[in-house]
T-cell receptor
Framework: GEDVEQSLFLSVREGDSSVINCTYT??????LYWYKQEPGAGLQLLTY?????DMKQDQRLTVLLNKKDKHLSLRIADTQTGDSAIYFC?????????????FGTGTKLQVIP | DSGVTQTPKHLITATGQRVTLRCSPR?????VYWYQQSLDQGLQFLIH???????AKGNILERFSAQQFPDLHSELNLSSLELGDSALYFC?????????????FGPGTRLTVL
């Protein structure tokens, strides 16, 4: 299967932590990515994790990967109003010698001041 | 700024028409990918070119085609446009064609078909 699923909406208060979840179905995924899309803008790569890692931290961002459950999460510490956006997870896998990317449905994060 | 440029930013046209979207990859990147983002279908991979050659096709309609030129810029041609083709079209580029490469996205072209 090729589905990548995310919850549609998350609302948090400024200063709290946000956790955005993603589930995927293809165990052969090699890299998993998190992208941010602000209103009217393109996709911005936030971070990525290789499939043999469990965790990756990059400043306020922490990515956790549970390969057994095919579950990926993005934690944003000290969430700010500027973090309000849609967040997409994406998986890549090698398909016939090329990289195929499948995106999740996107989670809209609303940060309440 | 990802270094990937797309033109035009906005495009409004009528059903049945044909349009061309342009993408310039980051300097040094050999791969260009095209994606469509719509309310109905979400983000979908359309096609991938590497150094001028088609490498992969995703959910691209037969009415759509693309090419990558010797200077590595790419064009996505959409013909016999339908209302449902209204969407944001992104291109992305990466260094090579490996699945370890990170793709960098352009700002997108918003196509409205009336």
């Amino acid at each position: 299967g090729e589905d990548v699923e995310q919850s549609l909406f998350l609302s948090v208060r400024e200063g709290d932590s946000s956790v955005i979840n993603c589930t995927y179905t293809d165990s052969s995924s090699t890299y998993l990515y998190w992208y941010k899309q602000e209103p009217g803008a393109g996709l911005q790569l936030l971070t990525y994790i290789f499939s043999n890692m469990d965790m990756k931290q990059d400043q306020r961002l922490t990515v956790l990967l549970n390969k057994k459950d095919k579950h990926l999460s993005l934690r944003i510490a000290d969430t700010q109003t500027g973090d309000s956006a849609i967040y997409f997870c994406a998986e890549t896998r090698n398909s016939g010698g090329y990289q195929k990317v499948t995106f999740g449905t996107g989670t809209k994060l609303q940060v309440i001041p | 700024d990802s270094g990937v440029t797309q033109t035009p930013k906005h495009l409004i046209t009528a059903t049945g028409q044909r349009v061309t979207l342009r993408c310039s990859p980051r300097s040094g990147d050999l791969s260009v990918y095209w994606y469509q983002q719509s309310l109905d279908q979400g983000l979908q991979f359309l096609i991938h070119y590497y150094n001028g050659e088609e490498r992969a096709k995703g959910n691209i309609l037969e009415r759509f085609s693309a090419q990558q030129f010797p200077d590595l810029h790419s064009e996505l041609n959409l013909s016999s446009l339908e209302l449902g083709d209204s969407a944001l079209y992104f291109c992305a580029s990466s260094e090579s064609s490996h699945n370890t490469d990170t793709q960098y996205f352009g700002p997108g072209t918003r196509l409205t078909v009336l």
